[in-house]
């Protein structure tokens, strides 16, 4: 199975950009890359995801590697509200599409 | 739509007791998952329907635990003779076949004291 590695915990001041890296290194190519996020005592919240283009949605973009081997989950302007885990996920493009979560990187953000 | 719903959102059982979680799904989304999430870990795949079928089952789905989604709407998850090792955040998510998202409820908690 793919794996994905992500530091465990990064630091940002409101409204500041942050880059939330992802190494994905033994990445298929029907792999889809999957970011959700999980704010403290709520479920986990889809983010965005892409293949092989870069991706805008009104939350967040996504950065993909020329070579697909890692991606960054970008936040243009960091808020109180978008402290949480962030977890960067293959989609191993089964007929199920599960999810196989890491342990994610902690986001705190600063005011 | 209000989203994914669970119910109950907190439960406290002595061990040895079986337990019943229900999830109702955001209407029309024919993909129903659970996961288990325990703390500091992020969650893992428990069970899959598609519709009112079971087609994928964990390992970590022993046999005290069950689940169904009869008619293919709600769903429920059955923990019989709960351990302690049972305790965690039960997270259901549905999604509709033809895209990937899915979405979240907020989850039942299990403490097995």
């Known amino acids: 199975d793919a794996k994905t590695t992500q530091p465990n915990s990064m630091e940002s001041n409101e409204e500041e950009p942050v880059h939330l890296p992802c190494n994905h290194s033994?990445?298929?190519?029907?792999?889809?890359i999957h970011w959700y996020r999980q704010l403290p005592s709520q479920g986990p919240e889809y983010v965005i995801h892409g293949l092989t283009s870069n991706v805008n949605n009104r939350m967040a973009s996504l950065a993909i590697a020329e070579d697909r081997k890692s991606s960054t989950l970008i936040l243009h302007r960091a808020t109180l509200r978008d402290a949480a885990v962030y977890y960067c996920?293959?989609?191993?493009?089964?007929?199920?599409?599960?999810?196989?979560f890491g342990t994610g990187t902690l986001l705190a953000v600063q005011p | 739509d209000t989203g994914v719903s669970q119910n109950p959102r907190h439960k406290i059982t002595k061990r040895g007791q079986n337990v019943t979680f229900r999830c109702d799904p955001i209407?029309?989304?024919?993909?129903l998952y659970w996961y288990r999430q325990t703390l500091g870990q992020g969650p893992e795949f428990l069970t899959y329907f598609q519709n009112e079928a079971q087609l994928e089952k964990s390992r970590l789905l022993s046999d005290r635990f069950s689940a169904e989604r009869p008619k293919g709407s709600f769903s429920t998850l059955e923990i019989q003779r709960t351990e302690q090792g049972d305790s965690a955040m039960y997270l259901c998510a549905s999604s509709l076949e033809s895209f990937l998202e899915q979405y979240f409820g907020p989850g039942t908690r299990l403490t097995v004291t």
């Open positions: 033994t990445i298929s190519g029907t792999d889809y």
């Open positions: 209407s029309e989304h024919n993909r």
């Open positions: 996920i293959l989609d191993y493009g089964g007929a199920t599409n599960k999810l196989i």
